[in-house]
């Protein structure tokens, strides 16, 4: 099998993060400030990683902006040719470290939106004003000129904001929005009952794209992600195994995805230790599921087995116990019709959220407190192939 | 496409040699989109000053090529970049 060279990359400058949205992918157990990656060891690896043949960095966390040298860290991004992405929630950045980020030449930036009024943002958030200060970061972004593009999360409790959140991209001037339903990683995990769309919001929610695609043709670039759990097949997770994407952890250690810390027999290795493309190209965690040789039947005669990779790794772990199984949301897995009866009880199930609670972190408006990793890098990382 | 239409990358959106596959690539927002030949060429000329029937006439001579022909290879391109909001076209 010829391995392919990987086009996007992940930093995850830091797990810390003001905001604690219940549906965090980032692990339960985050790492620690102590063990973050320095700067000069970024550095490195953006270099290591252009070399390797990454043309996109997307800057995330965690919120980025809790790491004060960003812009040092987008210059040296830069530098080394990479095109730059910040993935934020816009809390921590002012107007003048955005300039800072504007001339140390950052080529795009995506914000998060928790809701489309104080009231849902702030409580999904877990941060009283942190809505009132998006927009007016959302402001500032508008008045450099930044690209942007708007990302939210919709569930349970905000689908019903989706229009609301369409007007307001072309509002701030965004030329694109992803729209992206909950996944279930990490915190998330610990929010299905809560955060689970019923089976008619997600087919709403299909229906509202659909229409809003049609409508702002040319103005406006809709990118969903349906709700999983509620489909026939599963999606193409980071774009296949080792094909397209990888992640590399606050302290460095490199992920074939987001989530893979979860399946417990696999191993990863840090950029403290080795080149990033012997790790991408040798390592064992990032050859367990490449290619098509590793699949169990239904997938290996499967016609689609190249299409999907058999869904996610992360997913089939959580949900039939057995990383190397076909992802559980597909329709021939023999755990779909379970699968789809536990979306259906979740979608039922008690509303009340489970937010992180992290020392120095202030109380969220409904209980405790979770990081705002609104990325799925997976889905990101999927479409860039396109 | 309009031939007095003027089509320019807007900001965030960029040519880039990818050294490690050889090719021109365009980057966008999260979105790599390869570029053959032709599309690189096509792009090689759009500065956001020269309108798109300025485009085709030079590419016409510098290929030596029919001008209609390379209107209506140049229109799918950059329509469909259009479509992604990829590139901006002033009247
Ligand atoms: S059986 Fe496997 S390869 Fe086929 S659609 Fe399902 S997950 Fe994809
Ligand atoms: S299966 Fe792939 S996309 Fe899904 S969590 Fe694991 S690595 Fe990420």
Redesign the pocket.
């Known amino acids: 099998m010829t391995i392919r060279p990987p086009i996007a990359m992940l930093a995850e400058l830091t797990h810390r993060c003001p905001l604690s949205c219940p549906y965090c992918s980032n692990p339960v157990e985050l790492a620690r400030t102590e063990t973050e990656l320095p700067t000069e060891d970024w550095v490195r690896v953006f270099g290591e990683a252009a070399e390797l043949g990454v043309l996109q960095l997307h800057l995330s966390g965690g919120e980025p902006a809790s790491r004060r040298n960003l812009a040092e860290l987008v210059r040296a991004a830069r530098a080394a040719g990479l095109y730059t992405n910040l993935i934020t929630s816009g809390i921590g950045l002012t107007e003048a470290r955005l300039r800072e980020l504007d001339a140390a030449g950052l080529d795009h930036i995506q914000l998060s939106l928790q809701g489309t009024d104080a009231e849902m943002a702030d409580a999904i958030g877990g941060y009283r004003g942190g809505f009132m200060r998006k927009m007016q970061v959302a402001g500032w972004i508008k008045a450099i000129g930044f690209p942007l593009t708007l990302n939210t999360v919709l569930h349970r409790r905000n689908l019903h904001q989706l229009p609301r959140a369409l007007e307001m991209a072309e509002e701030m001037g965004a030329r694109r929005i992803e729209v992206a339903t909950v996944q279930f990683?990490g915190w998330a995990l610990k929010n299905r009952d809560a955060l689970m769309p019923t089976r008619e919001q997600a087919k709403e929610a299909t229906r509202i794209v659909a229409e809003a695609r049609a409508r702002l043709k040319g103005r406006l670039v809709v990118d969903y992600v349906p709700a999983d759990y509620h489909s026939d097949y599963p999606k193409r997770?980071?774009g296949g195994?080792g094909t397209t994407g990888l992640n590399v952890a606050p302290d460095g250690t490199v992920l074939?995805?987001?989530?893979?810390q979860t399946i417990p027999h696999l191993t990863f290795e840090n950029v403290r230790d080795k080149p990033l493309s012997e790790i991408w190209y040798q390592s064992p965690a990032f050859n367990a599921y490449r290619g098509t040789g590793w699949m169990p039947e239904p997938c290996q005669s499967c016609d689609r087995r190249e299409a999907d990779f058999g869904?996610?790794?992360?997913?089939?772990m959580a949900l039939a116990g057995d990383a190397g199984a076909t992802d559980p949301v597909c329709i021939k897995s023999p755990h779909h019709a379970a699968l789809q009866a536990r979306a259906a009880a979740h979608a039922e199930g008690p509303d009340a959220l489970i937010y992180r609670i992290a020392p120095g972190k202030p109380l969220p408006l409904i209980a405790g407190a979770a990081t705002g990793s609104e990325a799925r890098?997976?889905e990101r990382i999927a479409a860039e192939n396109s | 496409m309009d031939p007095t239409a003027i089509p320019d990358l807007p900001r965030g959106v960029r040519v880039h040699f990818d050294k490690v596959r050889e090719t021109w690539v365009l980057l966008a927002p999260e979105r790599t989109v390869t570029l053959d030949p032709v599309a690189h060429a096509i792009l090689s000329e759009v500065d956001g000053k020269r309108s798109f029937g300025e485009i085709t006439a030079r590419l016409a001579e510098l290929y030596a090529a029919p001008q209609d022909q390379i209107a209506a290879d140049s229109a799918g391109f950059l329509g469909a970049l259009r479509d992604r909001l990829f590139l901006d076209l002033a009247s």
């Open positions: 990683h997770c980071m195994w074939p995805c987001h989530a893979a869904g996610c790794r992360c997913q089939a890098p997976a």
